[in-house]
Protein backbone atom coordinates (compact mmCIF):
# COMPACT_ATOMS: atom_id res chain seq x y z
CA UNK A 1 0.00 0.00 0.00
CA UNK A 2 1.56 3.67 -0.45
CA UNK A 3 2.65 5.43 1.94
CA UNK A 4 1.31 9.13 1.48
CA UNK A 5 2.40 12.68 3.07
CA UNK A 6 -0.83 13.55 5.26
CA UNK A 7 -2.63 16.60 4.40
CA UNK A 8 -3.45 19.32 6.41
CA UNK A 9 -7.78 20.83 6.24
CA UNK A 10 -5.66 23.95 4.74
CA UNK A 11 -4.00 21.56 2.16
CA UNK A 12 -0.65 22.29 3.39
CA UNK A 13 1.68 19.01 3.51
CA UNK A 14 2.55 18.08 6.90
CA UNK A 15 5.88 17.18 7.31
CA UNK A 16 5.96 13.63 8.70
CA UNK A 17 8.70 10.83 8.17
CA UNK A 18 6.29 9.01 6.28
CA UNK A 19 6.29 12.10 3.69
CA UNK A 20 9.44 10.90 2.82
CA UNK A 21 8.88 7.41 2.06
CA UNK A 22 8.25 6.06 -1.41
CA UNK A 23 6.58 2.83 -1.62
CA UNK A 24 5.18 1.18 -4.61
CA UNK A 25 1.29 1.76 -5.74
CA UNK A 26 -1.02 -0.07 -6.26
CA UNK A 27 -2.15 1.70 -9.40
CA UNK A 28 0.49 2.48 -12.06
CA UNK A 29 -1.61 4.81 -14.19
CA UNK A 30 -2.35 6.80 -10.50
CA UNK A 31 1.31 6.92 -9.83
CA UNK A 32 2.16 8.19 -12.87
CA UNK A 33 -0.10 11.15 -12.58
CA UNK A 34 1.30 11.87 -8.63
CA UNK A 35 4.89 11.60 -9.81
CA UNK A 36 4.24 14.02 -12.74
CA UNK A 37 2.65 16.00 -10.38
CA UNK A 38 5.44 16.40 -7.81
CA UNK A 39 8.05 17.28 -11.37
CA UNK A 40 5.34 20.57 -11.75
CA UNK A 41 7.22 23.30 -10.87
CA UNK A 42 5.39 26.39 -9.36
CA UNK A 43 6.29 28.11 -12.79
CA UNK A 44 3.90 25.36 -14.17
CA UNK A 45 0.76 25.90 -11.75
CA UNK A 46 0.87 29.46 -11.50
CA UNK A 47 -2.22 31.17 -13.29
CA UNK A 48 -1.74 32.91 -16.56
CA UNK A 49 -2.44 36.32 -14.70
CA UNK A 50 -0.03 34.97 -11.95
CA UNK A 51 2.61 34.81 -14.60
CA UNK A 52 1.52 37.69 -16.11
CA UNK A 53 2.28 39.95 -13.22
CA UNK A 54 5.38 37.49 -12.46
CA UNK A 55 6.54 38.93 -15.29
CA UNK A 56 5.77 42.46 -15.23
CA UNK A 57 7.56 42.55 -11.76
CA UNK A 58 10.27 41.00 -13.04
CA UNK A 59 10.63 43.67 -15.85
CA UNK A 60 10.28 46.53 -13.07
CA UNK A 61 12.95 45.07 -11.11
CA UNK A 62 15.14 44.91 -14.30
CA UNK A 63 14.25 48.14 -14.90
CA UNK A 64 14.95 49.49 -12.03
CA UNK A 65 18.47 47.55 -11.49
CA UNK A 66 19.68 48.48 -14.67
CA UNK A 67 18.63 52.52 -14.65
CA UNK A 68 21.68 53.68 -15.15
CA UNK A 69 21.93 51.95 -18.66
CA UNK A 70 18.06 52.14 -19.69
CA UNK A 71 17.40 55.97 -18.61
CA UNK A 72 17.36 58.11 -21.96
CA UNK A 73 18.27 61.21 -19.72
CA UNK A 74 19.45 62.38 -16.30
CA UNK A 75 16.44 61.82 -13.92
CA UNK A 76 17.26 64.98 -11.93
CA UNK A 77 18.43 67.32 -14.93
CA UNK A 78 15.66 69.70 -16.30
CA UNK A 79 15.06 72.28 -19.20
CA UNK A 80 13.22 75.24 -18.10
CA UNK A 81 12.14 75.76 -21.44
CA UNK A 82 11.05 72.07 -22.08
CA UNK A 83 8.74 72.52 -18.80
CA UNK A 84 5.62 70.48 -18.50
CA UNK A 85 5.72 69.16 -22.00
CA UNK A 86 3.29 66.46 -22.81
CA UNK A 87 3.36 62.80 -23.91
CA UNK A 88 6.14 62.92 -26.83
CA UNK A 89 7.02 66.45 -26.42
CA UNK A 90 10.72 67.28 -27.36
CA UNK A 91 11.63 63.98 -27.26
CA UNK A 92 10.22 62.60 -23.90
CA UNK A 93 8.31 59.98 -24.27
CA UNK A 94 6.08 60.69 -20.94
CA UNK A 95 6.95 64.44 -21.46
CA UNK A 96 8.49 66.27 -18.74
CA UNK A 97 7.65 67.62 -15.17
CA UNK A 98 6.96 71.50 -13.70
CA UNK A 99 11.27 71.79 -13.76
CA UNK A 100 11.81 69.83 -17.45
CA UNK A 101 13.25 67.01 -16.43
CA UNK A 102 12.77 63.50 -18.40
CA UNK A 103 9.53 61.90 -16.65
CA UNK A 104 10.28 58.04 -18.43
CA UNK A 105 14.18 58.66 -16.67
CA UNK A 106 12.44 59.54 -13.53
CA UNK A 107 9.81 56.53 -13.73
CA UNK A 108 12.91 54.62 -14.49
CA UNK A 109 15.12 55.99 -11.43
CA UNK A 110 11.83 56.07 -9.07
CA UNK A 111 11.06 52.17 -9.42
CA UNK A 112 14.56 51.98 -7.28
CA UNK A 113 13.59 53.35 -4.20
CA UNK A 114 9.87 52.63 -4.66
CA UNK A 115 10.42 48.48 -5.08
CA UNK A 116 13.05 48.75 -2.04
CA UNK A 117 10.68 49.88 0.46
CA UNK A 118 8.17 47.39 -0.58
CA UNK A 119 10.09 44.83 -0.89
CA UNK A 120 12.70 45.18 2.80
CA UNK A 121 9.70 46.06 5.06
CA UNK A 122 8.03 43.14 4.01
CA UNK A 123 11.34 40.94 4.81
CA UNK A 124 12.33 42.39 7.46
CA UNK A 125 8.85 41.73 8.74
CA UNK A 126 8.64 37.75 7.65
CA UNK A 127 11.85 37.24 9.70
CA UNK A 128 10.79 38.82 13.00
CA UNK A 129 7.18 38.07 12.80
CA UNK A 130 7.56 34.10 11.23
CA UNK A 131 10.13 33.78 14.33
CA UNK A 132 7.65 35.63 17.16
CA UNK A 133 4.76 33.72 15.43
CA UNK A 134 6.63 30.21 15.71
CA UNK A 135 8.02 30.87 19.50
CA UNK A 136 4.84 31.75 20.60
CA UNK A 137 2.92 28.99 19.00
CA UNK A 138 5.10 26.63 20.81
CA UNK A 139 5.48 28.65 23.92
CA UNK A 140 3.33 27.81 27.13
CA UNK A 141 -0.35 29.24 27.58
CA UNK A 142 0.80 31.62 29.26
CA UNK A 143 3.71 33.01 26.95
CA UNK A 144 1.79 32.54 24.22
CA UNK A 145 -1.25 34.86 25.52
CA UNK A 146 1.19 37.23 26.22
CA UNK A 147 2.68 37.77 23.09
CA UNK A 148 -0.93 37.84 21.21
CA UNK A 149 -1.88 40.56 23.85
CA UNK A 150 0.95 42.48 23.15
CA UNK A 151 0.32 42.09 18.95
CA UNK A 152 -3.34 43.12 19.82
CA UNK A 153 -1.65 46.49 20.82
CA UNK A 154 -0.75 47.33 17.11
CA UNK A 155 -4.05 46.04 16.20
CA UNK A 156 -5.52 48.86 17.81
CA UNK A 157 -4.37 51.27 15.18
CA UNK A 158 -4.96 51.28 11.82
CA UNK A 159 -1.46 50.16 9.66
CA UNK A 160 -1.24 53.10 8.02
CA UNK A 161 -2.01 56.28 11.11
CA UNK A 162 0.78 53.60 13.05
CA UNK A 163 3.10 54.18 10.56
CA UNK A 164 2.27 58.27 9.83
CA UNK A 165 3.25 58.23 13.58
CA UNK A 166 6.05 56.30 13.52
CA UNK A 167 7.81 58.36 10.45
CA UNK A 168 6.39 61.56 12.19
CA UNK A 169 8.18 60.76 15.31
CA UNK A 170 11.40 59.16 13.66
CA UNK A 171 11.68 61.85 10.60
CA UNK A 172 11.62 61.28 7.19
CA UNK A 173 14.23 59.32 5.57
CA UNK A 174 14.16 56.05 3.01
CA UNK A 175 15.58 53.66 6.18
CA UNK A 176 12.66 55.82 8.47
CA UNK A 177 10.06 54.52 5.62
CA UNK A 178 11.46 51.29 6.40
CA UNK A 179 11.11 50.81 10.17
CA UNK A 180 7.90 52.64 9.85
CA UNK A 181 6.56 50.15 7.46
CA UNK A 182 8.14 46.80 8.76
CA UNK A 183 6.70 47.86 12.46
CA UNK A 184 2.87 48.01 10.77
CA UNK A 185 3.78 44.57 8.81
CA UNK A 186 5.00 42.70 11.96
CA UNK A 187 1.79 41.93 13.85
CA UNK A 188 -0.44 40.60 10.89
CA UNK A 189 2.81 37.69 9.76
CA UNK A 190 3.58 36.61 13.24
CA UNK A 191 -0.69 36.23 13.67
CA UNK A 192 -0.54 33.99 10.89
CA UNK A 193 2.72 32.06 12.07
CA UNK A 194 1.07 31.38 15.46
CA UNK A 195 -2.44 30.41 14.04
CA UNK A 196 -0.57 27.91 11.56
CA UNK A 197 1.93 26.72 14.15
CA UNK A 198 -1.10 25.95 16.81
CA UNK A 199 -2.83 24.18 14.19
CA UNK A 200 -0.08 22.11 14.25
CA UNK A 201 1.27 21.50 17.43
CA UNK A 202 -1.55 18.70 18.20
CA UNK A 203 -0.65 17.12 15.16
CA UNK A 204 0.59 13.08 15.44
CA UNK A 205 4.31 14.18 14.08
CA UNK A 206 4.23 17.33 16.49
CA UNK A 207 3.51 14.88 19.72
CA UNK A 208 6.30 12.50 18.49
CA UNK A 209 8.57 14.97 18.35
CA UNK A 210 8.15 16.21 21.36
CA UNK A 211 8.02 12.87 23.17
CA UNK A 212 11.20 12.10 21.82
CA UNK A 213 12.94 14.94 23.43
CA UNK A 214 13.39 16.91 20.83
CA UNK A 215 14.30 20.72 21.55
CA UNK A 216 11.46 23.73 21.10
CA UNK A 217 14.39 25.09 18.08
CA UNK A 218 14.76 21.90 16.49
CA UNK A 219 11.23 21.35 16.62
CA UNK A 220 10.92 25.26 14.97
CA UNK A 221 13.45 24.25 12.21
CA UNK A 222 12.47 21.21 10.82
CA UNK A 223 8.84 20.85 11.85
CA UNK A 224 7.07 23.96 11.90
CA UNK A 225 9.17 26.21 9.60
CA UNK A 226 8.58 23.47 6.49
CA UNK A 227 4.94 23.82 6.99
CA UNK A 228 4.49 27.34 7.91
CA UNK A 229 6.79 28.83 5.24
CA UNK A 230 3.99 28.28 2.13
CA UNK A 231 1.24 30.56 3.75
CA UNK A 232 3.42 33.03 4.96
CA UNK A 233 5.45 33.00 1.36
CA UNK A 234 2.25 33.55 0.04
CA UNK A 235 1.19 36.44 2.39
CA UNK A 236 4.12 38.06 2.58
CA UNK A 237 4.40 38.31 -1.67
CA UNK A 238 0.88 39.87 -1.70
CA UNK A 239 1.68 42.51 1.68
CA UNK A 240 4.70 43.49 -0.94
CA UNK A 241 2.03 45.53 -2.85
CA UNK A 242 0.40 47.06 -0.35
CA UNK A 243 3.77 47.97 0.98
CA UNK A 244 4.72 49.47 -1.89
CA UNK A 245 1.29 51.27 -1.30
CA UNK A 246 2.11 52.68 1.91
CA UNK A 247 5.30 53.69 1.29
CA UNK A 248 4.09 56.26 -2.11
CA UNK A 249 1.85 57.64 0.62
CA UNK A 250 4.56 58.32 3.28
CA UNK A 251 6.63 60.04 0.64
CA UNK A 252 3.38 61.62 -0.68
CA UNK A 253 3.30 63.31 2.51
CA UNK A 254 6.38 64.39 3.13
CA UNK A 255 7.44 61.51 5.30
CA UNK A 256 9.46 59.54 2.99
CA UNK A 257 12.53 60.48 0.77
CA UNK A 258 12.77 63.82 -0.23
CA UNK A 259 13.18 65.67 -3.10
CA UNK A 260 15.09 65.40 -5.72
CA UNK A 261 15.17 61.83 -6.00
CA UNK A 262 13.36 60.11 -8.09
CA UNK A 263 10.34 57.97 -6.26
CA UNK A 264 6.77 57.25 -7.65
CA UNK A 265 5.08 58.75 -4.75
CA UNK A 266 7.27 61.78 -4.42
CA UNK A 267 6.55 62.68 -7.68
CA UNK A 268 2.84 62.21 -7.49
CA UNK A 269 3.19 64.72 -4.85
CA UNK A 270 5.17 66.96 -6.76
CA UNK A 271 2.92 66.52 -10.01
CA UNK A 272 -0.17 66.65 -7.93
CA UNK A 273 -0.50 71.01 -8.56
CA UNK A 274 -0.31 70.28 -12.20
CA UNK A 275 -3.45 67.95 -12.56
CA UNK A 276 -5.88 70.24 -13.76
CA UNK A 277 -3.52 71.27 -16.78
CA UNK A 278 -1.96 68.52 -17.34
CA UNK A 279 -3.15 65.58 -15.75
CA UNK A 280 -1.70 63.59 -17.54
CA UNK A 281 1.73 63.83 -16.25
CA UNK A 282 0.48 63.21 -12.33
CA UNK A 283 -1.45 59.89 -13.45
CA UNK A 284 2.03 58.36 -15.14
CA UNK A 285 3.29 57.71 -11.27
CA UNK A 286 -0.10 56.82 -9.87
CA UNK A 287 -0.42 53.95 -12.07
CA UNK A 288 2.58 52.68 -12.16
CA UNK A 289 2.35 52.46 -8.28
CA UNK A 290 -1.80 50.88 -9.10
CA UNK A 291 0.06 48.52 -11.46
CA UNK A 292 2.75 47.13 -9.22
CA UNK A 293 0.59 46.83 -6.03
CA UNK A 294 -1.89 44.93 -8.08
CA UNK A 295 0.53 43.05 -9.55
CA UNK A 296 2.17 41.88 -6.39
CA UNK A 297 -1.43 40.77 -4.74
CA UNK A 298 -2.50 38.54 -7.97
CA UNK A 299 0.81 37.15 -7.92
CA UNK A 300 0.15 36.66 -4.10
CA UNK A 301 -3.19 35.02 -5.06
CA UNK A 302 -1.88 32.40 -7.87
CA UNK A 303 1.24 31.73 -5.30
CA UNK A 304 -1.64 30.08 -2.90
CA UNK A 305 -3.48 28.46 -5.97
CA UNK A 306 -0.36 26.87 -6.79
CA UNK A 307 0.88 25.75 -3.28
CA UNK A 308 -2.13 24.65 -2.41
CA UNK A 309 -1.95 20.36 -2.48
CA UNK A 310 -5.68 19.91 -2.73
CA UNK A 311 -5.89 21.46 -5.82
CA UNK A 312 -3.11 19.90 -7.20
CA UNK A 313 -4.37 16.60 -7.04
CA UNK A 314 -7.74 17.60 -8.26
CA UNK A 315 -5.85 17.13 -11.91
Same mark, same amino acid.
Given at each position: ?18 ? #? ?7 ? %????? =? ?22 ? %? ?12 ? !??? !? ?16 ? $???? @? &???? @? ?31 ? =?? &? ?8 ? *????? @?????? !? #? ?7 ? *? ?22 ? $? #?? &????? $???? @? ?10 ? /?????? /? ?15 ? $? ?7 ? =? ?12 ? =? ?21 ? !? ?5 ? %? ?23
Amino acid at each position: MATTAEVSEDGLPLLTSEA #AAVGPTEDP %VAGAK =AARRRRRTIWSRLSIPGKVAAVLI %VLVALAAVFAPLIS !PAD !PNAGVTAERLGGFGAGGH $LLGT @D &GQGR @DLLSRMIWGARPSLLTGLVPVLVATVIGTTIGI =AG &GLAGRLANTL *TMRVL @DVFYAF !P #AILLAIAIA *TVLGSGSSNSIIALSVILIPPIAR $L #AE &GETAR $LRSL @DFMEAATASGAR /RSTIAV /RHVLPNVGPPILVYSTA $LIGLSIVYA =AGLSFLGLGLQPPT =AEWGLMVSDLRQYIFGNPGLALV !PAVAILI %VSVAFNILGDSLRDAIDVKLGTQS
